[in-house]
């Protein structure tokens, strides 16, 4: 997933696409203690995108509080 996907999205949605992310996250830190993680460069991807979202979601509540 890229920035120009997730800025043409409402916040509503950026907050669930948050919420799956922080979802898969937990699911994969479970895995890797566990020993049953594959593919461990998996959670670097999920959690640079965490940050992506909370970005794109900070940026677009600037935006809105400097048009009101």
Same mark, same amino acid.
């Given at each position: 997933?890229?920035?120009?996907?997730?800025?043409?999205?409402?916040?509503?949605?950026? /907050?669930?696409?948050?919420?799956?992310?922080?979802?898969?996250?937990?699911? @994969?830190?479970?895995?890797? $203690?566990?020993?049953?993680? *594959?593919?461990?460069?998996?959670? /670097?991807?999920?959690?640079?995108?965490?940050?992506?979202?909370?970005?794109? @979601?900070?940026?677009?509540? $600037?935006?809105?509080?400097? *048009?009101?």
């Amino acid at each position: 997933m890229n920035a120009t996907e997730l800025r043409g999205k409402t916040p509503d949605e950026l /907050r669930e696409q948050l919420t799956q992310l922080k979802k898969e996250a937990f699911n @994969l830190r479970f895995q890797q $203690a566990t020993n049953q993680l *594959e593919n461990t460069a998996r959670m /670097r991807a999920v959690r640079r995108d965490v940050a992506r979202v909370n970005t794109i @979601l900070n940026e677009k509540a $600037a935006d809105a509080a400097q *048009e009101a």
